[in-house]
T-cell receptor, first 114, second 112 residues
């Protein structure tokens, strides 16, 4: 158990809908990262927050947004869902910034868009 | 875009043999990390090697880094069936916003 908690574990929704994925980082970790894993794109970095502020952005679509709250939990919002958004979404956390720190991953949220 | 590329994409060996996986990357890095993922599960951090290090050991794992060739290798010695998983290298670049960027991974199968 990495200590990173993600909910829900599985989610099935229809195209055009909106979903929210939730992440609780390990106790004491200030950084939260979101990744998308799909068969064709592999593991794609989406976005990173550090202590509530956005620190790095990757291949995140405009239809997606995220935030980190004062209690350090994070949410990833996916809207206007398309079939191609079906993937495993990972949250990860680390004590500090990405450089030199071990990053711990949650078990992921399986999203299926039908 | 992917920074690292693993080679081979898939590897199947007999239990007890050594498994070697390679990773190449494109830009200068601060560090390189190896992760393991069991099917459909989260990623588990295995080892981190910094750009000024050449080799690192952790149990049955040995990682090497050649920054002149922009490549790394992960060696698993005396493999076990439980080592069956996908292995990913990930790099942290030194330019721009620092992100951990993953390669496509090597699917390792250990046959009992």
């Amino acid at each position: 158990d990495s200590g990173v908690t993600q909910t829900p574990k599985h989610l099935i929704t229809a195209t055009g809908q909106r979903v929210t994925l939730r992440c609780s980082p390990r106790s004491g970790d200030l950084s939260v990262y979101w990744y998308q894993q799909s068969l064709d794109q592999g593991l794609q970095f989406l976005i990173q927050y550090y202590n509530g502020e956005e620190r790095a952005k990757g291949n995140i679509l405009e239809r997606f947004s995220a935030q980190q709250f004062p209690d350090l939990h994070s949410e990833l919002n996916l809207s206007s869902l398309e079939l191609g958004d079906s993937a495993l979404y990972f949250c990860a956390s680390s004590v500090g910034q990405v450089v030199g720190n071990t990053i711990y991953f949650g078990e992921g949220s399986w999203l299926t868009v039908v | 875009s992917q920074q690292g590329e693993e080679d081979p994409q898939a590897l199947s060996i007999q239990e007890g043999e050594n498994a070697t996986m390679n990773c190449s990357y494109k830009t200068s890095i601060n560090n390189l990390q190896w992760y393991r993922q069991n099917s459909g599960r989260g990623l588990v951090h295995l080892i981190l090697i910094r750009s000024n290090e050449r080799e690192k050991h952790s149990g049955r794992l040995r990682v090497t880094l050649d920054t002149s060739k922009k490549s790394s290798s992960l060696l698993i010695t005396a493999s076990r069936a439980a080592d069956t998983a996908s292995y990913f290298c990930a790099t942290v670049t030194i330019q721009g916003a620092q992100k951990l960027v993953f390669g496509q991974g090597t699917r390792l199968t250990i046959n009992p």
